[in-house]
């Protein structure tokens, strides 16, 4: 159409649009280079405050120039902020920082055969979150005497967020828990926004459950369910490796954090999804609150009760704080979860999963 014959308002209309559309493309990669920089500009609170302000003052200028028409000012943000985006992906995760006691080392496993010798697994004894004794740890596990994987939901922020831990059980009544977490350096407090902008390193921890579960329960006040998974022997031993492999691979190949991408809960979906092959891509992955649901709905929990009845006789946080110090935590903490019992009988070969999509859960 001719602009010349074209409706005055629709003219109106349409260089609006393209103002806004234009101050979006400008607005977006404004707002990330600003978090950007607060959390990756060295050189303590001062210089990032200044960085982040300088880069708003040149954002703003640009957004201003671009509404009085002048399109260059598009060319100059988009210029500024390749340069940006270079210096973001030439930052690289590290090993080599003063870090936080209860990951200051890295968990490795060495493999022979059968057995697995864990180095460096946590044994700490907390009495409050800034008094604790470090113990580390070296202990050897014979995958044939795995017996258990349990799924401990721990929550800390409101239904939706909550952090998982896995455990392997074996024939003696010993326990190993795995955590994935944030390895955060000795002054930094987790924060889920810097988890997005390379704030935090990844970190693999192998635990006692009166360390992992109890600082949790007793001292952070935080609040526990434990589920038994429902898996074949041959994929808890795949999975217990998994962990070990992972965890191998983040002492040569460091890898940062990711709120969402790289966490407690997805890292887990990734090396499960290699287990047993397809598994569907659910919103409760992110949301890792509402995690068990999803586990339920794929046949990785025991269909003879309900959710709601394993997330009731699972609810640990009690009989965790009446436990506290015992030697007897682990069995104190599972006394009424449904399938603890019958799984100690369970043979080899273990329950057949269904992990197609769509699956209906049953319910007594």
Not at 35 to 62: E, H, R
Not at 172 to 197: N, P
Request: proline share 4%.
């Amino acid at each position: 159409m001719n602009p010349s014959i074209m409706n005055p308002s629709i003219a109106h209309f349409l260089r609006i649009a393209a103002a806004a559309l234009a101050t979006l493309l400008v607005a977006l990669p404004a707002a990330w280079g600003s978090f950007a920089l607060w959390y990756q500009v060295p050189g303590g609170q001062a210089l990032k405050t200044l960085s982040v302000v300088l880069w708003g003052a040149f954002s703003i200028a640009m957004l201003v120039t671009l509404w009085q028409g002048r399109l260059i000012s598009v060319f100059a943000f988009a210029l500024a902020f390749t340069g940006l985006l270079l210096w973001w992906t030439r930052l690289q995760p590290t090993n080599d920082h003063i870090w936080a006691d209860d990951v200051a080392r890295m968990t490795t496993g060495t493999i022979d055969g059968d057995r697995v010798t864990l180095h460096n697994v946590r044994n700490f004894d907390w009495r409050s979150q800034t008094d604790y004794t470090q113990r580390w740890e070296t202990r050897s596990y014979d995958l044939d005497r795995l017996r258990s994987v349990d799924m401990i939901m721990s929550y800390w922020r409101g239904p939706a967020i909550a952090h998982m831990l896995i455990s392997f059980g074996f024939d003696d009544d010993s326990y190993v828990v795995f955590s994935v977490e944030i390895r955060r350096r000795k002054t930094q407090e987790f924060s889920e926004i810097g988890g997005f902008f390379k704030e935090f390193e990844l970190s693999i921890v192998a635990a006692d459950e009166r360390d992992v579960i109890r600082v949790r329960t007793n001292v952070r006040g935080e609040d526990a369910y434990l589920y038994r998974l429902q898996l074949p022997v041959p994929a808890m031993r795949s999975l217990f490796l998994g962990y070990v492999g992972e965890a191998n691979s983040l002492v040569q190949t460091p890898r940062f954090y990711n709120t969402v991408t790289v966490n407690c809960t997805t890292l887990v979906y990734h090396m499960m999804k290699r287990i047993v092959g397809h598994l569907p891509v659910d919103y409760r992955l992110l949301f890792s609150g509402y995690l068990p649901a999803y586990v339920y709905g794929v046949g990785g929990l025991d269909r003879r009760y309900s959710l709601e009845q394993l997330r009731e006789r699972g609810h640990i946080t009690e009989r965790a704080k009446q436990s506290d110090r015992s030697e007897t935590f682990s069995a104190d903490i599972r006394r009424g979860v449904p399938g603890i019992e019958q799984s100690r009988h369970a043979s080899h070969a273990g329950p057949d999963l269904d992990f197609s999509e769509g699956v209906t859960p049953t319910r007594p």
